[in-house]
Every structure is written in structure tokens, then in C-alpha cells.
């Protein structure tokens, strides 16, 4: 949000908005963002559906990568902006997937084994 003040826009939250494909809206910009914990040199980003939509036909869609966030410390994260012919040429060479998001309430993680399971005789553990 600041570098978008900073930059002279007067960017808005959308991010709970379900019918708006991004995170920002930051006219004239349409902006996703997207945390990776290290780098994202030579890895894949998802990118849903509507956005993908959007990225597509709307020549003002941004996906602002902001990697490093795993250590913690904002000021050694960095910032790669996607947009324009660099993001519609990364489109082009996309590969839809289908994956099911696999809910995990806090009391199965709690009580889902760790490294002390794989000492196991049997599988006992994972049908508690």
C-alpha cells in the first residue's frame, strides 16, 4: 500500500472482496500479490482462475511478487512487479492444474504425529 502511495496512486484493499480478482485496486492498476518465504528465480506462481481471467484481459493487471517474507524482516524482503508484455508473455506459456484445498482445523494439527511417528511399528497414529 505504501509503495503505491508512494508512487502516487491511491491503491484500495479488495482482498476481501470475493468478486474482485486481486488484492489492490490501484488506479488504473489491478494488483495481485503474491509471498513466497525465498526466492521465486526459476519457480512457479499460482495464480486462480479469476485472475488469471482478469491478467488476461485487462492490460492493467499486476501480480507484485514479494519474496524473502520466510526470515521475517520487511526490510530484506524484495519486490518483482510483473505486468505488461513480461506477464502476458509468462500467461501465454501457462499450465492449468486442479488441486482440492484440504482444510485442516487446528485440532487435527494439533493432534497430527510428527517426527516421533515415522519410529512407529504400525499406523496406529494415523487413525486417531
Known amino acids: 500500500m505504501q509503495l503505491e502511495q508512494a508512487a502516487g496512486r491511491q491503491p484500495v484493499d479488495r482482498r476481501y472482496e470475493a468478486a474482485f480478482p486481486a488484492d489492490l485496486e490501484s488506479s488504473p492498476r489491478i494488483i495481485e500479490v503474491k509471498a513466497i518465504g525465498g526466492s ?9 482462475n479469476a485472475q488469471m481471467e482478469e491478467a488476461r484481459r485487462n492490460p492493467n493487471f499486476f501480480i507484485y ?22 506477464l502476458q ?35 496406529r497414529q494415523y487413525n486417531a
Request: glycine share 10%; hydrophobic share 35%; charged share 25%.
Open 89 to 123: 508473455g509468462l500467461l501465454a506459456k501457462a499450465k492449468q492444474r486442479s488441486y482440492y484445498e484440504v482444510a485442516w482445523p487446528v485440532a487435527s494439527y494439533d493432534a497430527t504425529p510428527g517426527l516421533d511417528a515415522l519410529s512407529e511399528p504400525t499406523d
Open 40 to 48: 521465486g528465480r526459476g519457480w512457479f506462481l499460482p495464480v486462480e
Open 65 to 86: 511478487v514479494v519474496e524473502n517474507t520466510r526470515q521475517g524482516d520487511p526490510t530484506q524482503f524484495t519486490l518483482r512487479i510483473l505486468g505488461g508484455e513480461r
